[in-house]
Nanobody, 125 residues
């Protein structure tokens, strides 16, 4: 599985941005997909995930109500719509894929076996 994230950039606080992650795999619909971010001097943190079926979504506490994850299996792509962006959202955002489900697993970076190169999001105040 190869993953490629895109859509990062510079945005003002309060603004919106949509990230995309395209996957090169024939069985995209079998994978749960997640977004993680790592800010300057910080550890990698869970942002959002969608189960393989798309029926379940999960969010980190810091982004609930502001970010929305979605997937388009026809395009082998997962999206992260980010709104009401804050300074603390500044980070490198990476997408990942796993054969996993359930909140105990899908929110952990260690559950993911496939990672794409990150895309930088910078929020300016």
């Amino acid at each position: 599985v190869q993953l490629q994230a895109s859509g990062g950039g510079l945005v003002q606080a309060g603004g919106s941005l949509r990230l995309s992650c395209a996957a090169s795999v024939h069985t995209f619909s079998m994978y749960s997909l997640g977004w993680f971010h790592q800010g300057p001097g910080k550890e990698r943190e869970f942002v959002a995930a969608t189960s393989w079926s798309g029926g379940n979504t999960y969010y980190g506490d810091s982004v609930k109500g502001r970010f929305t994850i979605s997937r388009d299996n026809a395009k082998n792509t997962v999206y992260l719509q980010m709104s009401s962006l804050k300074d603390e959202d500044t980070a490198v955002y990476s997408c990942a894929a796993c054969i996993c489900d359930g909140s105990d697993y899908i929110t952990r970076s260690s559950s993911y076996g496939y990672w794409g190169r990150g895309t930088l999001v910078t929020v300016s105040s």
